[in-house]
């Protein structure tokens, strides 16, 4: 697929997708979903990349969805917006975090209303000081979607995602770092090198170890103790058949660095 609104890279085991709407702040349209879809099922379905890489180019990350696609006139029908969600965002945000590797969003620019929750979906978020996250959706009527009440909460409690979501105020990326919603924010100008260096690590790294790493973090914030004991035990019985555990294990004994495959 020859893509209009993204650009698709891969350079060794990293592949690198860039929502490139810059003149709209890469706000959503429904070709950019389609072409995103089709770029995060060939991440996961060929067998080169073990770490993703989202960002945005211009000077936006994500400004959420394209508003001009749904300028109303009056007496005009209203757009089933659950209709949306559930063809392209909840889908994308559903396949991200399946993807069995980290994925890690660049976060260039402002990051509002779906373009914000897009980068909480990912697994880590490194966020240029310059960067903003903005829960634009209270402002137009709506309520965060693309998992902002679910993730929002779990990363900052209560009464924090309450203030963003209610008020739509804009968060800082630094201010984001210290309240725990991303991972960090670095120099602007230093976001890309750090990011790649971040993904060309994790790309060397045990893969299938991160996926079970993933899966058991996201499980736990609905799983009792128990269930996340068993969980535990069953993802670390898949862990310990990879050739990477026996791969970690004879480097250690072996004292010399390990050699990971991602198997
Ligand atoms: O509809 C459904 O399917 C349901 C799902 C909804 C998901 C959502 O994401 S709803 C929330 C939608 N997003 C917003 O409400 C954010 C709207 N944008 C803004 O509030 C501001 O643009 C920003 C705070 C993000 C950035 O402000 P600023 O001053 O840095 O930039 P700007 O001048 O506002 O924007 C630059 C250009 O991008 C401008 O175009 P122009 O005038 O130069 O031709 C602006 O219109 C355009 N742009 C920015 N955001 C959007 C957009 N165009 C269409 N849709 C946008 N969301």
């Known amino acids: 697929m020859t893509y209009s609104t993204i650009r698709f890279a891969e350079d060794g085991a990293v592949a690198t997708i860039t929502l490139n709407r810059p003149d709209k702040l890469n706000s959503f349209t429904a070709h950019m979903h389609e ?30 969805q394209d508003l001009s696609d749904r300028v109303m006139g009056e007496g005009s029908q209203p757009i089933d917006l659950a209709h949306t969600l559930s063809t392209y965002y909840n889908p994308l945000v559903m396949a991200l975090r399946a993807l069995e590797m980290p994925v890690i969003a660049a976060v260039n620019g402002v990051a509002a209303g779906a373009g914000a929750n897009l980068a909480l979906a990912c697994d880590i978020v490194v966020a240029a000081r310059s960067a903003s996250f903005i829960q634009a959706f209270c402002k137009i009527g709506l309520l965060p979607d693309c998992g902002g009440t679910y993730f929002l909460p779990r990363l900052v409690g209560t009464a924090r995602a ?71 035990a069953e993802l670390q019985r898949q862990a310990g058949r990879t050739r990477d555990y026996r791969e970690g294990v004879a480097a250690f004994m072996g004292k010399r660095p390990p050699r990971f495959t991602g198997c």
Do not use: Y
């Open 162 to 232: 309450m203030g963003l979501a209610m008020l739509g105020d804009k968060l800082s990326a630094e201010q984001a770092a210290e309240w725990g919603l991303i991972w960090k924010a670095v120099d602007d100008a230093r976001l890309m090198d750090e990011t790649m260096s971040l993904a060309r690590h994790f790309a060397g790294q045990p893969t299938r170890g991160l996926a079970l790493i993933k899966k058991a973090i996201q499980a736990s914030h609905d799983n009792s103790l128990e269930a996340q004991l068993s969980l535990e």
């Open 35 to 64: 072409e995103l879809r089709d770029a995060v099922a060939s991440v996961r379905d060929g067998r080169r990349a073990r770490c993703l890489v989202l960002t945005g180019a211009g000077r936006g990350f994500c400004a959420g």
